[in-house]
């Protein structure tokens, strides 16, 4: 069956949304066995907010910053729309990242809020679909 435009237009959002965290995450991507990687972050609980947080400012915060401006809009352009979403974009982006922490799609739950809170993205006051 033939994809219409609409389709075919928000697969390529998903996708610009992806590169764009993946320009976020680059210093985590396929790092979930390094063990350099593993011991300069030391131990992350997942569900842990101030863990998640510590290791965002570790090893993203830095390089975001060095982002250009129109950079840095644009992922948090799209962290605004994952914050609106189902949550199920973010968690597939998430596991296929093979990031150091967080292997579920619970943790990945738990992970995105604090993403979004610390790149400066508000959460709905209430969660989509409920």
């Known amino acids: 069956m033939r994809k219409t435009a609409p389709q075919r237009l928000a697969e390529r959002e998903a996708r610009a949304r992806s590169e764009l965290l993946d320009s976020l995450f680059d210093p985590w991507i396929g790092q979930a066995g ?43 352009a799209a962290l605004t729309v994952l914050a609106k979403s189902d949550g199920a974009e973010f968690r597939a982006y998430w596991l296929d990242l093979r990031a150091p922490f967080g292997t579920t799609e619970e943790e990945a739950d738990a992970i995105f809020p604090v993403v979004a809170k610390s790149f400066g993205v508000r959460l709905p006051e209430t969660p989509p679909g409920s």
Do not use: C, H, M, Y
């Open 34 to 76: 390094n063990a350099a990687t593993l011991d300069r972050l030391g131990p992350v609980d997942p569900l842990g907010a101030k863990d998640v947080a510590r290791a965002l400012r570790s090893d993203i915060a830095g390089p975001f910053a060095d982002l250009t401006r129109e950079t840095q809009t644009r992922i948090k």
